[in-house]
Every structure is written in structure tokens, then in C-alpha cells.
């Protein structure tokens, strides 16, 4: 009996087990962390895509050569140094061109005496013409060596023709320099100065008809760029498309009174075609690509007890600039869009926004 006894509360025991086995039961879903940002309206210059790179060019080149032979006396600058048009560089020893002067003076007032000599003689018909036109020739011949001579020690003093900054020295104080074949230096305007690229020829068209319309603006960057990226305007736009690469030169003029642009340096160019007005942008990191196009998750409130929530749409983008993307269709100023956790979400998924 005792036996029988439990047996049949184990039975009950085993019965009660298996009823509560067939209950419901609940699956409790932690929320997905997710970082977020605001779909923001604003405008967005219209660059070419990729920056082409180019490189910094001088706007003038000026290469300095003696016009006269001779000596360095004295040099009159540093190497590196900047100049302004007119500053003596070079002064080349005058004594030479002194001593051929005056030799030239004495034998001119010499010629002018015998001119005059023979001036009166044949206005009186006493010497023949040919006498007389032999006479001013030679009068004339010296004075043309004293204007030579004059002209010659001018060119003793080598000066600036150019406002610019100076390069490295080729000749130095004591060298006999020949003219003109010796190089002494080479001055670059650098301010303003140049910025020459190539773009593809399909961005010809764009160009013109912008530059019809205003002045288009260029940004400069180069690496280890400190500060704001020097700005200029496009100053020239080539004559001919090169046929072997399809491309077509540009040159871009920055006033470069920082100097932080340089003669020879590569530098990647921002040429800005146009501007959208009060575009809806999104960071880039936001958009995703799925097999039926483009989408990013907006993060929504439910009413009833404000638990955000995320919905799957999909956009139509435009251009990228700066890390954000416009959003040409599907996302609406103000909204939030989830930045980074995508691949955990799925529409209407709980989320929670985390700080960065």
C-alpha cells in the first residue's frame, strides 16, 4: 500500500512537470547599440571627382645673365633672399667700361672738331662732298661707341626685373663672369603664384559655361597642411585638349602671401563647378549598399512608450563631399540615422544610442 502510495504521487509529480512544460515562453531581446546623427540641409559646393593633383608653378621665371663681361665685384643679396623689382644684385667691376667711355669721349670731341672743320669748309665749296659725308660718318660712328660705352657701364649694375625670390647662387664675389652665357641666377615670382592641373576633357563644357557666369574658386592640400587650405581662382584654361590622354590643362593663380604653397610641390586641387542649395546630407558611414540599392536605417520613436525603434529605407544619393552625402530622396531634414552597428539591425529592431 505504502508502495502504491508513491507511485502515484510521483505520477502526479511527473504530470505537473509536463503541463508546465507546454506554457509559453517569452524571449527578452537586448536592445543593439548603434551610434547616430542628424540628416541635416545644407549647401554643397560641386567639385570634380577625383581632385586631380597638380603641381606649384612660379608665375614669372626670370634668369639672370651678364650683358657685359668682366669681374664680381660685389654681390648685393642673400641666396634665398626675396627682392623687389629694381634692387641692385650684381655689380660687375665698371672700370673696364670707364676707361673704353672716356677713350671714346676724347676721340669723339676730337671728330666733332674736325666735322666742324669741314662743315665750314664746304659750305664755302672748299672740300668736296665726299670729304664732307666722310667726316660726319666718322663723327658719327664715335658717337655712337660713347652711346655703347654708356650702355655698357649701365650693365655693371645687374638689377632686379622682377619683383620675386631669389635662388641659389651660381657665381660669387671675385668670379669673372662671360656674357652671356653664364647663368648667375634665377628669380621666381612666388606670390602670386601657380597651381597647374590636368582634368578629364568631359568636364570642359561645365567649365566654360561656369566661367561665363563668375569666377570659379580652387582650394589647394598637400600633406602636413597646417591651417586653412590656401584658396584661389582658375586663371587659364588651355587652348587644346591633349589627344593622348584626353585631358585638358588648367592653371589656377593663389595670392600666396603665406607662401605656403612652393615652386615644384605637388598639391591636390579642389576645382568647385557649382553649388547645391539646402541639400539633405547624412554622413557617408550611413549609407548602405543591399541587393536592392542603396538604404540606411532611420531611428524612430515608438508613441506609446518611446523606445526607439529602426526603419529600413532606401535613398537616392547624389554627391559625396567632406564625409557627407547627399540624399536626394528618402530622408527628411532632422531625422536620425544610425553611423555604425548596421549589421546587427534588421526594421524594427530596439536600439539604443550610444555615445561615441
Same mark, same amino acid.
Given at each position: 500500500?505504502?508502495?502504491?502510495?508513491?507511485?502515484?504521487?510521483? &505520477?502526479?509529480? @511527473?504530470?505537473?512537470?509536463? &503541463?508546465?512544460?507546454?506554457?509559453?515562453?517569452?524571449?527578452?531581446?537586448?536592445?543593439?547599440?548603434?551610434?547616430?546623427?542628424? /540628416?541635416?540641409?545644407?549647401?554643397?559646393?560641386?567639385?570634380?571627382?577625383?581632385?586631380? +593633383?597638380? *603641381?606649384?608653378? =612660379?608665375? @614669372?621665371?626670370?634668369?639672370?645673365?651678364?650683358?657685359?663681361?668682366?669681374?664680381?665685384?660685389?654681390?648685393?643679396?642673400?641666396?634665398?633672399?626675396? +627682392?623687389?623689382?629694381?634692387?641692385?644684385?650684381?655689380?660687375?667691376?665698371?672700370?673696364?667700361?670707364?676707361?673704353?667711355?672716356?677713350?671714346?669721349?676724347?676721340?669723339?670731341?676730337?671728330?666733332?672738331?674736325?666735322?666742324?672743320?669741314?662743315?665750314?669748309?664746304?659750305?664755302?665749296?672748299?672740300?668736296?662732298?665726299?670729304?664732307?659725308?666722310?667726316?660726319?660718318?666718322?663723327?658719327?660712328?664715335?658717337?655712337?661707341?660713347?652711346?655703347?660705352?654708356?650702355?655698357?657701364?649701365? #650693365?655693371?649694375?645687374?638689377?632686379? =626685373?622682377?619683383?620675386?625670390?631669389?635662388?641659389?647662387?651660381?657665381? *660669387?664675389?671675385?668670379?669673372?663672369?662671360?656674357?652671356?652665357?653664364? +647663368?648667375?641666377?634665377?628669380?621666381?615670382?612666388?606670390?602670386?603664384? #601657380?597651381?597647374?592641373?590636368?582634368? =578629364?576633357?568631359?568636364?570642359?563644357?561645365?567649365?566654360?559655361?561656369?566661367?561665363?557666369?563668375?569666377?570659379?574658386?580652387?582650394?589647394?592640400?598637400?600633406?602636413?597642411?597646417? &591651417?586653412?587650405?590656401?584658396?584661389?581662382? %582658375?586663371?587659364?584654361?588651355?587652348?587644346?585638349?591633349? /589627344?593622348?590622354?584626353?585631358?585638358?590643362?588648367?592653371?589656377?593663380?593663389?595670392?600666396?602671401?603665406?607662401?605656403?604653397?612652393?615652386?615644384?610641390?605637388?598639391?591636390?586641387?579642389?576645382?568647385? %563647378?557649382?553649388?547645391?542649395?539646402?541639400?539633405?546630407?547624412?554622413?557617408?558611414?550611413?549609407?548602405?549598399?543591399?541587393?536592392? &540599392?542603396?538604404?540606411? #536605417?532611420?531611428?524612430?520613436?515608438?508613441?506609446?512608450?518611446?523606445?526607439?525603434?529602426?526603419?529600413?529605407?532606401?535613398?537616392?544619393?547624389?554627391?559625396? #563631399?567632406?564625409?557627407?552625402?547627399?540624399?536626394?530622396?528618402?530622408?527628411?531634414?532632422?531625422?536620425?540615422?544610425?553611423?555604425?552597428?548596421?549589421?546587427? %539591425?534588421?526594421?524594427?529592431?530596439?536600439?539604443?544610442?550610444?555615445?561615441?
Amino acid at each position: 500500500m505504502k508502495n502504491k502510495m508513491l507511485w502515484l504521487v510521483a &505520477g502526479c509529480v @511527473l504530470a505537473l512537470a509536463a &503541463g508546465c512544460s507546454r506554457a509559453p515562453v517569452t524571449k527578452v531581446t537586448a536592445p543593439v547599440p548603434v551610434l547616430t546623427a542628424k /540628416a541635416i540641409v545644407t549647401n554643397v559646393p560641386v567639385l570634380i571627382d577625383p581632385p586631380p +593633383v597638380g *603641381h606649384v608653378l =612660379p608665375i @614669372l621665371t626670370v634668369t639672370i645673365r651678364p650683358q657685359i663681361g668682366g669681374r664680381i665685384s660685389t654681390v648685393n643679396f642673400r641666396e634665398g633672399q626675396e +627682392v623687389k623689382k629694381g634692387d641692385l644684385l650684381f655689380t660687375i667691376d665698371p672700370r673696364p667700361a670707364q676707361a673704353a667711355l672716356a677713350h671714346d669721349k676724347a676721340q669723339l670731341e676730337n671728330a666733332q672738331i674736325q666735322f666742324d672743320r669741314e662743315q665750314k669748309l664746304f659750305d664755302q665749296k672748299l672740300v668736296s662732298q665726299d670729304e664732307f659725308d666722310t667726316s660726319k660718318s666718322a663723327r658719327d660712328t664715335l658717337a655712337a661707341a660713347v652711346r655703347a660705352d654708356e650702355l655698357n657701364l649701365e #650693365y655693371c649694375e645687374i638689377r632686379a =626685373p622682377i619683383d620675386g625670390r631669389t635662388g641659389s647662387l651660381q657665381f *660669387h664675389e671675385g668670379n669673372v663672369v662671360k656674357s652671356p652665357d653664364d +647663368v648667375l641666377l634665377t628669380i621666381n615670382q612666388i606670390h602670386p603664384i #601657380y597651381a597647374a592641373f590636368s582634368v =578629364p576633357e568631359k568636364y570642359l563644357p561645365a567649365i566654360q559655361q561656369q566661367m561665363r557666369r563668375r569666377t570659379l574658386t580652387v582650394t589647394a592640400s598637400f600633406e602636413n597642411l597646417t &591651417g586653412a587650405q590656401p584658396s584661389g581662382e %582658375l586663371a587659364f584654361v588651355d587652348n587644346s585638349v591633349d /589627344a593622348t590622354t584626353g585631358t585638358i590643362l588648367l592653371k589656377a593663380a593663389f595670392p600666396n602671401l603665406d607662401e605656403k604653397l612652393w615652386p615644384g610641390q605637388f598639391v591636390q586641387v579642389s576645382l568647385q %563647378l557649382d553649388e547645391l542649395i539646402n541639400a539633405v546630407v547624412v554622413p557617408s558611414q550611413a549609407v548602405q549598399t543591399g541587393q536592392n &540599392g542603396q538604404f540606411l #536605417y532611420v531611428v524612430t520613436a515608438n508613441p506609446t512608450n518611446v523606445v526607439p525603434t529602426v526603419d529600413e529605407r532606401p535613398v537616392t544619393t547624389g554627391i559625396t #563631399y567632406n564625409g557627407l552625402t547627399v540624399v536626394e530622396k528618402g530622408v527628411r531634414d532632422g531625422e536620425t540615422v544610425v553611423t555604425d552597428g548596421q549589421l546587427r %539591425l534588421v526594421p524594427g529592431v530596439v536600439v539604443s544610442i550610444k555615445s561615441k
